[in-house]
């Protein structure tokens, strides 16, 4: 009975922690969001919908906001995942000698803290006296030469790259994971069947790889639509509101004390992380038989 008893007292106090420290604020900032909840007064009073009007009205930038970081999510999705994969499958198929060495080499920017990759790469895509562009100079490149986070056409692109860098090694062990779950009788058969690289990576390795495909592009999402850090440090929002995200506003407005009005930003979020997460687990989880 001990044995039996023991796991549920754990099982029980974890639930109520998560209660507590997840759940209930997470519905708290959904009520908040509700209300006129500010720095400037004590008195905290049901206003309904108004702040999600103010979010969704044409007279503020915060349509820009939530554009700019779908954009981002998309764009970093599509990119970590197809480097990852490539590097994944080189990694796991294609090279033999030094395999752990490249692996460490590609995963070392993952455990890089977010603000140091900020630092280092707002010095390099200086416009004047970065690095990137005194190579460019170097090699007669002289037309490639951007104002990477200065220009308004490129930040975004620029801070997309970055980012890209520093997180992709972390989707690519996840897809190694993955490859190597797949029994090598498979590979062995098609190959003896004639089938080609090509046609090997369409018929075994894609398809059973959509569970691993399923997980990083969940992450990747989720990390996506939340990100604030390497924004905040490469440009600040900046140039103007080019880059400015959901997290970033969020952050301006309770810098501000317009708490209702961040929080209200931040259950918009939620719901967008809430919907995505369920079409896309919908749609890569394969159908039960």
Do not use: C
């Not at 090699?139 to 490639?144: K, T």
């Not at 369409?202 to 992450?219: E, F, G, M, Q, S």
Request: proline share 4%; no cysteine.
């Amino acid at each position: 009975m001990k044995n039996k008893i023991y796991p549920f007292y754990f099982t029980f106090g974890a639930l109520i922690l998560y209660l507590l420290f997840v759940v209930l604020p997470g519905f708290m900032g959904i009520a908040y969001s509700f209300t006129d909840w500010n720095s400037y007064s004590t008195k905290v009073n049901f206003v309904g919908l108004d702040n999600f009007r103010t979010i969704f009205s044409s007279e503020e930038n915060y349509l820009d906001y939530i554009r700019h970081t779908l954009f981002f999510t998309v764009n970093t999705i599509i990119l970590k995942t197809l480097i990852g994969l490539f590097l994944a499958v080189l990694l796991n198929h294609g090279v033999r000698r030094l395999t752990h060495l490249y692996r460490v080499i590609i995963y070392l920017p993952v455990v890089l803290p977010t603000i140091v990759v900020g630092l280092v790469f707002k010095s390099i895509l200086n416009p004047r006296t970065g690095l990137l562009n005194e190579f460019f100079r170097s090699v007669g490149l002289d037309s490639l030469t951007r104002k990477w986070l200065v220009d308004p056409d490129i930040a975004m692109l620029s801070v997309i790259g970055v980012d890209t860098w520093k997180g992709v090694g972390y989707i690519m062990v996840i897809l190694i994971a993955g490859l190597q779950t797949i029994p090598k009788e498979y590979y062995e058969a098609a190959e003896i069947d004639g089938a080609s690289p090509f046609g090997r990576f369409r018929h075994i390795t894609l398809p059973l790889l959509v569970p691993a495909l399923t997980v990083v592009t969940i992450l990747n999402l989720f990390y996506g639509l939340r990100v604030f850090d390497i924004i905040y440090v490469l440009t600040g929002g900046g140039p103007g509101y080019r880059t400015d995200v959901v997290f970033t506003a969020v952050f301006d407005e309770f810098s501000k004390g317009r708490y209702g009005v961040g929080t209200a930003l931040s259950s918009v979020l939620f719901i967008f992380m809430t919907v995505f997460g369920f079409f896309i687990v919908r749609k890569l989880t394969p159908a039960e038989a």
